[in-house]
């Protein structure tokens, strides 16, 4: 491991029929919308197992007990933590600050940006030992893909709008305000609508 004073968090939900790409179900259907999200999962862990930056906490929404993440337990180098709290906002802020109670350095990342690759995560977690306090990959979309911090800042995950094109400027907002220094890195697509899926299917492939 290059760094071990640092983890990865890559949030999942599991692949359950119609809970899963539900923006993407009307134009794919519904089981190429949950193999999406299987292939995702994988793919996401198979990246981070190659790239042997920091251990790696899968967080498991609406819990543990999906056989995929079982399988993603015996396949991967990692640990399995459930989601808990009421919104987005609540289950990011809980699992960074758990996690930064045995960490100096936590990122944050789902399963929807596959563009989002080793070398990038080893530039976020290189910014966040130079000094730089938040580091953020945002999304073409106007929310993000990957953060990166190294204090559990709970401005940072309340009164967002989840979801929407407003979490990058909302968040840049909250740092602003509160004098913290944070650094962004280039723009990363993300898996949300029809060219979305295709463009990664064109990816997968190659």
């Known amino acids: 491991m290059l760094y071990r004073d640092s983890v990865v968090l890559l949030f999942a939900k599991a692949p359950v029929e119609g809970k899963v790409n539900t923006r993407l179900i009307a134009d794919i259907g519904v089981q190429a919308a949950t193999q999406l999200q299987r292939d995702l999962i994988h793919d996401r862990l198979s990246m981070l197992t190659k790239a042997k930056l920091c251990d ?28 808990s709290g009421r919104d987005l906002g609540e289950r990011m802020y809980q699992a960074v600050r758990d996690a930064l109670a ?5 990122i944050v990342i789902g399963t929807d940006a596959p563009a989002l ?31 990166g911090t190294q204090q559990p800042y709970g401005f940072l995950f309340q009164d967002i709008s989840w979801g929407s094109a407003e979490v990058m400027q909302q968040s840049r907002a909250k740092l602003d305000k509160n004098n913290i220094v944070f650094i962004e890195l280039a723009d990363c697509w993300d898996v949300d609508r029809l060219e979305d899926y295709q463009r990664y299917s064109a990816m997968s492939k190659n």
């Open 56 to 83: 790696v906490r899968l967080l498991c929404a609406p819990d543990r007990q999906h056989e995929c993440f079982s399988q993603c337990e015996r396949q991967y180098p990692i640990a399995l933590f459930e989601q």
């Open 117 to 147: 690759d080793g070398s990038i995560i080893k530039q976020a977690l290189e910014s966040l030992h130079e000094g730089a306090e938040v580091v953020f990959v945002p999304a073409e979309d106007g929310g993000y893909v990957l953060l």
């Open 102 to 106: 045995q960490y100096s350095f936590c």
